[in-house]
């Protein structure tokens, strides 16, 4: 059932959209199990309108595949996929974090030091939801620390898969110690200003997930 603010004014469509999404992303719904309108619905408390136009955009979004009679469908994140998503990762978040190094203010450069600092310890304390939040909040201020608009709105697009990214990464992976090590490399290059430094941290963090993605077993 769902647990709806009285004071979120969006569109009942959208509410619906949002919580099949975030349940798919997280592993809630696995890949490849089959949702049905009526069984939704109920489980939601709904009627199947919202469910219906919730399961169409998240088709459009490569979420589920809709298949006539049968249901709409979780999709399987393969491994191409996730290999295509850290290929451009590795291009846009070094360049970001390059220039973040620049230009980041000193009220952000204290933000993320504190959120790698709550990210290592939610490695230290193995609190799954966590590492997977403050792992993505460093990405994302270190992107937002760039203050490139246009390398902003690339990186924003993939931010839905790669948070998809992190739940099976942090799921699969005894590496996690690691991640935290290298947001640590990255964070003292920017607090000690230096740009090449700071990119080639990034890089190297990233190619480090393209190994792991190579063990994987999707």
């Known amino acids: 059932m769902l647990d709806i603010d009285k004071k979120d004014q969006r569109p009942l469509r ?22 049905m309108e009526e ?14 136009e919730a399961f169409k955009r998240l088709e459009k979004e490569g979420l589920v595949i809709i298949k006539p009679r049968r249901g709409a469908f979780a999709t399987q994140m393969a491994k191409k996929d996730l290999m295509e998503i850290l290929d451009v990762r590795e291009s846009l978040e070094s360049m970001a974090a390059g220039q973040a190094c620049e230009r980041m203010t000193k009220a952000q450069k204290e933000k993320l030091r504190s959120v790698c600092e709550k990210h290592k310890k939610a490695v230290a304390n193995n609190t799954y939801k966590q590492m997977v939040k403050y792992d993505t909040e460093f990405h994302e201020l270190l992107v937002e620390g760039s203050r490139n608009k246009t390398l902003i709105n690339f990186v924003e697009q993939l931010q839905e898969l790669v948070l998809r990214f992190r739940y099976i ?40 997930l393209k190994d792991i993605v190579r063990d994987f077993d999707l």
Request: no cysteine; charged share 30%; hydrophobic share 40%.
């Open 14 to 35: 959208m509410v619906v959209y949002d919580e099949l999404k975030m349940r798919i992303l997280t592993g809630q719904i696995a890949a490849g199990e089959r949702m």
């Open 169 to 208: 990464y942090y799921d699969k992976t005894e590496s996690a110690a690691n991640v935290a090590a290298e947001h640590g490399n990255i964070l003292d290059a920017i607090l000690e200003g230096d740009v090449d430094k700071t990119i080639a941290e990034t890089k190297k963090h990233i190619i480090g």
């Open 39 to 52: 069984e939704t619905s109920r489980d939601l408390g709904v009627s199947r309108t919202p469910v219906r």
